[in-house]
């Protein structure tokens, strides 16, 4: 009996473009072929054969590189570009948690964040921290893999445990357990609901009291107690770490993505160094930026970012993440998008801020926020290279000269996920490839 061998699926051939591969090498002329959901090769100075069936997409004057992945991800954060809520607005206005939405319109905010995430290039999530305790996340994250909603790849993350022993609700305070066991079942209940990852609020922070960030809120049984239910439910653990203390304290018991870290001492630097293979740090630098120079349309002036920390933090982290450059350690754009002077969608901004304030040269930042934020993803995405999943963008002009160019949305010429257009431009050219020869 003739068995008919299967269709290969068509070939999607870029060419007369630069490559940037995500390594960090300077992008070099080349040729990208996709078939399907993945890379098919990368061809250093072109000259890639177009076969029949293939559509041939013409790069002149522009880059072909991976998608981003933002590290330090809020996709239920109410705030987007064209989408400002300022219930949302701490210290300022919390009001939004008195009148939460309901769980469907939670994901509806959460579906649209993820579709502007995605228009902004960024083809992979890694979250930080659901807004509520309803697993929203985690059934957005089914809908992305399902194909029912657009929006980068997504590792959800439960909401933040801040090891508070009274916590304020709809009908006032209420008692919550602390301790070992405490902490233990939180990890245990995140788990089964679905989420990736489970986020503690290691340290407080002065935007919730002045002198927050420099308390710890965990004790060393609390985190070890973390750390050893992470292990056993199958989850990673996320933490909001400012304090030097509680940055010794993740790193001690097995915490994998650190935000922040803003006041880690020499003692710190010197341990996150010892492990920095085993870690991932998200500074979180697009919120205090935007706090310190674009908070005053939102009530944010200069007296009042002093007064939230944002000012000391600032430059604390400015000093501190050229250190932790210097040391080689794996630190990723994300800065904690959602809030209305930092809505979602201006997240390539974060890349900037890297070069202008960390000492970051363009290719450095670009690979932290492809080739990095791919092994934080633990998936085959933020590189170019064949057998990797075919999350790309197509960039008019090279962002290794000016890595500004990611914050226009008019120079991201195609964003493609698993080999499929999730926006092109009109003016990105492309032919059968009969018509290119």
């Known amino acids: 009996m003739n068995v008919k061998a299967p269709i290969a699926a068509a070939r999607l051939l870029f060419r007369n473009g630069l490559v940037f591969d995500g390594s960090g090498a300077p992008p070099v002329p ?63 206005d919390v009001s939004f948690f008195r009148e939460l939405p309901p769980p469907d319109e939670l994901l509806a905010i959460a579906r649209r964040n993820a579709g502007i995430l995605l228009r ?29 909603s657009r929006g980068p790849r997504l590792r959800a993350a439960s909401f933040e445990r801040d090891n508070n022993p009274v916590r304020l609700g709809p009908d006032g305070p209420r008692p919550v357990a602390t301790g070992p066991e405490a902490v233990r079942a939180f990890v245990r209940e995140q788990a089964a609901l ?16 002045s002198g927050g960030s420099r308390v710890t809120q965990y004790s060393a049984a609390e985190a070890a107690a973390a750390g050893e239910q992470a292990r056993e439910s199958g989850v990673l653990l996320n933490c909001h770490a400012q304090s030097s203390q509680a940055v010794e304290l ?60 944002s000012v000391a933090a600032l430059a604390a982290q400015q000093e501190l993440y050229q250190e932790l450059r210097r040391r080689g350690l794996r630190v990723l754009p994300g800065g904690d998008y959602g809030f209305p002077n930092n809505p979602i969608g201006r997240n390539a901004r974060d890349l900037q801020l890297f070069v202008d304030l960390f000492g970051y040269t363009p290719a450095e930042a670009l690979r932290a926020a492809t080739y990095l934020g791919g092994l934080l993803m633990r998936r085959p995405v933020g590189l170019l290279t064949g057998g990797y999943l075919a999350d790309l963008l197509v960039v008019r002009g090279d962002p290794c000269r000016d890595v500004s160019l990611l914050q226009d949305p008019e120079n991201l010429l195609a964003v493609l996920q698993d080999g499929e257009f999730a926006h092109r431009a009109p003016r990105l050219r492309s032919e059968p490839a009969g018509a290119a020869r």
């Open 30 to 92: 080349g040729d990208v072929v996709v078939r399907g959901a993945t890379i098919e090769s990368v061809r250093v100075g072109g000259g890639t054969v177009a076969e029949d069936g293939d559509t041939v997409v013409d790069c002149t004057g522009a880059t072909v590189m991976p998608g981003l992945v933002e590290s330090h991800a809020h996709l239920t954060f109410p705030s987007a570009v064209g989408h400002l809520d300022t219930r949302f607005n701490p210290p300022l």
């Open 120 to 148: 902004a290039g960024f083809t992979s999530a890694y979250s930080a921290g659901s807004l509520t305790p309803v697993p929203t996340e985690v059934q957005l994250k089914t809908e992305l893999e399902q194909g029912v």
């Open 194 to 209: 679905g989420f990736d990852s489970v986020k503690l609020l290691l340290s407080n922070d002065d935007v919730f009291v």
């Open 250 to 309: 993740a790193v001690r018991h097995g915490f994998r993505s650190i935000y922040h870290c803003t006041y880690a001492d020499e003692a710190a630097v010197d341990l996150l160094e010892e492990h920095k293979d085993e870690i991932f740090l998200s500074p979180a630098v697009g919120i205090m930026w935007a706090n310190v120079h674009e908070g005053a349309e939102f009530g944010i002036d200069a007296d009042r970012a002093e007064a939230m920390g």
